[in-house]
């Protein structure tokens, strides 16, 4: 089982996102791999301070952290073991199996990245390793004295150029909103329901947000949809297009709330109120989401 805690209102963070993704697709498989009879895998994200002690338990600087980390039941690790995981090519795995880089990787990256690694582990119990990254203040900070001749370069982003998955029973809906969305830059891939949407997911689309309707025709409505593309998609902006909304939506509405920049468009949904919502939820999250493959 995977389960994902993420308080609300979490800093952002600057890293680079390719290199979080596959830190995280490898500590997520080591998880499933120490828990070959199973168990919860944790991945949880919090915000850290670590104060400048005398002695710290662990060799992380002192500063101001977002620590993501993953937590197994699996069968923990030795200390012998674990004073070797973060060498290269250091694997218990049968050959062809695992290469041993990994850890080597997840160490690396969270050094250059300003943060650090550290690990718990108990035989037996299981383990959990945390990734420490720079809040981004503090990173930005560095990078602006580092590239100050770059900065302008920077404003020559273009605009939009965000990738959106919108998922929309009605076809004509779809079709306006999706051109809206393309005039205006984003690059869109349409879904006619959650299924679609999840589809095109598992077919490697990376979207910076999700629109979706909230009824839809099958098995899950645009609440479900949003539930289950952030189990992959950590924290991922999303509009909620909706014409009613009763008693029992709105606790599902603060949930979605809860898990990530959102934002409610009620129907008819005018084009500038979509723009302006996928906006204020794109610009909420500060950073594009954490893709965790599971
Ligand atoms: N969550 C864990 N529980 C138990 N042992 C672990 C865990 N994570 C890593 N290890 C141990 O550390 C070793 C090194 O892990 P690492 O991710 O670097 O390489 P790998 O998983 O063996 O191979 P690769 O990741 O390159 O496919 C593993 O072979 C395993 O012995
Ligand atoms: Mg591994």
Redesign the pocket.
């Known amino acids: 089982m995977l389960r994902t805690v993420v308080p609300p209102g979490l800093p952002p963070l600057q890293a680079d996102k390719a290199q979080l993704e596959a830190v995280l697709v490898?500590l997520t498989?080591?998880?499933r791999?120490?828990m070959a009879a199973g168990g919860t895998l944790i991945l949880a994200a919090e915000a850290v301070t670590v104060p400048g002690a005398e002695n710290p338990p662990h060799n992380i600087q002192p500063g101001t952290y977002l620590r993501l980390s993953v937590s197994?039941e699996?069968?923990?690790?030795s200390p012998e073991?674990l004073a070797r995981?973060s060498e290269p090519f250091?694997?218990?795995?049968p050959r062809g199996k695992?290469?041993?880089?990994?850890?080597?990787m997840a160490h690396g990256f969270a050094e250059q990245s300003g943060g650090g690694l550290t690990i718990r582990?108990v035989l037996g119990e299981g383990?959990t390793?945390s990734i420490w990254l720079p809040r981004l203040p503090d990173a930005v900070a560095v990078q602006e004295r580092e590239s100050d001749d770059t900065a302008s370069d920077r404003g020559a982003v273009p605009e939009g150029g965000n990738a959106i998955l919108l998922a929309e029973d009605k076809a004509e809906v779809r079709a306006v909103l999706a051109a809206q969305l393309d005039d205006h830059g984003y690059q869109v891939r349409e879904a006619e329901d959650a299924a679609s949407a999840l589809a095109i997911l598992e077919g490697g689309f990376r979207p910076d947000a999700l629109v979706t309707d909230l009824s839809m025709p099958g098995a899950l409505d645009g609440l479900d949809l949003l539930r289950e593309v952030r189990l992959r998609l950590l924290r991922l902006p999303a509009v909620l297009v909706t014409g009613h909304a009763g008693d029992a939506e709105v606790e599902r509405m603060r949930e979605a709330e809860r898990g990530g920049p959102f934002a409610l468009l009620r129907k008819p949904a005018s084009p500038e109120a979509l723009l302006d919502r996928l906006a204020r939820v794109l610009r909420q999250a500060g950073i594009h989401a954490i893709a965790v493959n599971q």
């Not at 250091?90 to 795995?93: C, G, I, L, P, Q």
């Not at 695992?98 to 850890?103: E, F, I, K, N, Y």
């Open positions: 490898n498989n080591n998880g791999d120490a197994d699996g069968e923990g690790m073991v995981v250091f694997t218990t795995k695992g290469t041993g880089l990994g850890l080597a582990s383990t390793v």
